[in-house]
Every structure is written in C-alpha cells, then in structure tokens.
C-alpha cells in the first residue's frame, strides 16, 4: 500500500510559475514510477478521464511527457525524501485542473493503470 500526498496548488496568473509536490508513505518509493495526472473541473461529471501530465521513471532516470506539457513542465523526484515533484512554468489557463499524484509498478500514460492515488492539488489559472 502507498498513501500519496499532493501539496502546492493555487490561484495563478497566466505565465506564473508553480511547484506540486506529492510526499509518499507506506510501501518502498522507489518501487514505483510516480506519474501525474490532471482532471479540469467539472469534467468528472462529464465522465472524462483523467489526462496524462507527466512521469518519472523508479530512480528518476527517465522522464515522460504529454505533448502539450513539453518545455513547460518538468517532473522529478527525491527517493530519499520519499516526494515526487511537478514544475510547472508558463502557466495557461488551459492548464487549470486539480492535479493527481498517482504510482504503478510499470509505466503507463493511461489512469486505469494506477495502482494507487492522492486526493489531488487544485491549479487554478487565471488570464
């Protein structure tokens, strides 16, 4: 069992800069790759998943992104503080969302793939 903790989301102007951290407990962090997910509001009522942000492989080795975060965004890790981070620069209101921390033994870019989940962070970007 992993519990997962996302912190730093906020109120935004377009073109700030924001860093999301998501603290981990429970089983051995570097077991898993640590991805990051995100969902706009209002679109769970709407049955839309959850869109691929980023991922980090186990020891940070290897990173992905969805095309529409590249150059923006960077996603890394901290095995020995047990945290996984997102930063996210040159913000746009198109990225407003609450932000999911989720890990999964395997990478995958698809939500039903997850093995376990936080509560998620609110971004909110305004123009």
């Known amino acids: 069992q992993v519990q997962l903790v996302e912190s730093g989301g906020g109120l935004v102007q377009s073109g700030d800069s924001l860093r999301l951290s998501c603290a981990a407990s429970?089983?051995?962090?570097?077991?898993?790759?640590m991805s990051w997910f995100r969902q706009a509001p209002g679109k769970e009522r709407e049955g839309k998943e959850r869109?691929?942000?980023?991922?980090?492989?186990?020891?940070?080795?290897?990173?992905y992104y969805a095309d529409f975060v590249k150059d923006r965004f960077t996603i890394s890790r901290d095995n020995a503080k047990n945290t996984v981070y997102l930063q996210m620069n040159s913000l746009k209101s198109e990225d407003t969302a609450v932000y999911y921390c989720?890990?999964?033994?395997?990478?995958?870019?698809?939500?039903?793939?997850?093995?376990?989940w936080g509560e998620g962070t609110l971004v909110t970007v305004s123009s």
């Open positions: 429970g089983d051995t962090f570097s077991r898993y790759v």
């Open positions: 989720a890990a999964s033994l395997k990478y995958y870019n698809d939500y039903r793939f997850m093995s376990y």
């Open positions: 869109e691929f942000v980023a991922a980090v492989w186990k020891a940070g080795e290897r990173t």
